[in-house]
């Protein structure tokens, strides 16, 4: 009987602290932890430390988001996203990933929606999406390695040229890109 009596104190002390808990201060915190045997300096530092590893991790994350991008899709691969994906989860077309991928479309036609868009599919900064698409356009790479004659690359089109004449997309997108010809 004295056991269950114990217990019951044991257990009313417990709730007691825990329901009051919320009011007490860190120095009070940190008393009851030693007294349940906690080694509160050592996991204050491992958590310490802990965040320092977060945070340089966040650090690293913010510099590579920074840096030149290969290309659009080789940063959707990375991510583990196709030319399909990453129309899908732009607003784009596949015809118009390929055209922006390869720099097929003037760089001043192309609207800011359309950049930040590409950054946030890509965790990107806005600055290497920009700066990728303002390079020279590029031959598709089966055109480099299948050609009897020497390719060419076609001439940049117009962003909203592109929109227009792309068979592939469906009409809601097509009016969706188009409305942002409004926005500049």
């Given at each position: 009987?004295?056991e269950k009596?114990?217990a019951?104190?044991?257990?009313?002390?417990?709730?007691?602290?825990?329901?009051s808990a919320?009011?007490?201060?860190?120095?009070?915190?940190?008393?009851?932890?030693?007294?349940?045997?906690?080694?509160?300096?050592?996991?204050?530092?491992?958590?310490?430390?802990w965040?320092?590893?977060?945070?340089q991790?966040?650090?690293r994350?913010?510099?590579?988001?920074?840096?030149?991008?290969?290309?659009?899709l080789?940063s959707?691969?990375?991510?583990?996203?196709?030319?399909?994906?990453?129309?899908d989860?732009?607003?784009?077309?596949?015809?118009?990933?390929?055209?922006?991928?390869?720099?097929?479309i003037?760089f001043?036609?192309?609207?800011?929606?359309?950049?930040?868009?590409?950054a946030n599919?890509?965790?990107?900064?806005?600055a290497?999406?920009?700066?990728?698409?303002?390079?020279?356009?590029?031959?598709?790479?089966?055109?480099?390695?299948r050609?009897?004659e020497?390719?060419?690359?076609?001439?940049?089109q117009?962003?909203?040229?592109?929109v227009?004449?792309?068979?592939s997309?469906?009409?809601?997108?097509?009016?969706?890109?188009?409305?942002?010809?409004?926005?500049?």
């Amino acid at each position: 009987m004295a056991e269950k009596d114990d217990a019951e104190k044991i257990f009313d002390g417990l709730t007691a602290w825990m329901d009051s808990a919320d009011t007490m201060d860190l120095a009070e915190l940190r008393q009851v932890r030693r007294m349940m045997g906690d080694n509160v300096e050592h996991s204050e530092r491992e958590f310490l430390s802990w965040l320092e590893k977060l945070k340089q991790g966040l650090d690293r994350t913010t510099s590579v988001q920074e840096e030149r991008i290969e290309s659009i899709l080789s940063s959707a691969k990375r991510l583990g996203l196709d030319a399909l994906g990453l129309a899908d989860l732009t607003g784009l077309s596949v015809v118009l990933v390929m055209k922006l991928d390869r720099r097929l479309i003037n760089f001043g036609s192309i609207p800011q929606k359309i950049f930040d868009l590409l950054a946030n599919v890509l965790h990107s900064a806005t600055a290497p999406i920009t700066e990728y698409l303002q390079q020279p356009p590029v031959l598709a790479m089966e055109a480099r390695f299948r050609a009897t004659e020497s390719p060419t690359i076609p001439e940049q089109q117009d962003f909203f040229d592109a929109v227009r004449s792309d068979k592939s997309i469906s009409e809601d997108r097509r009016l969706s890109l188009l409305a942002l010809s409004e926005e500049r």
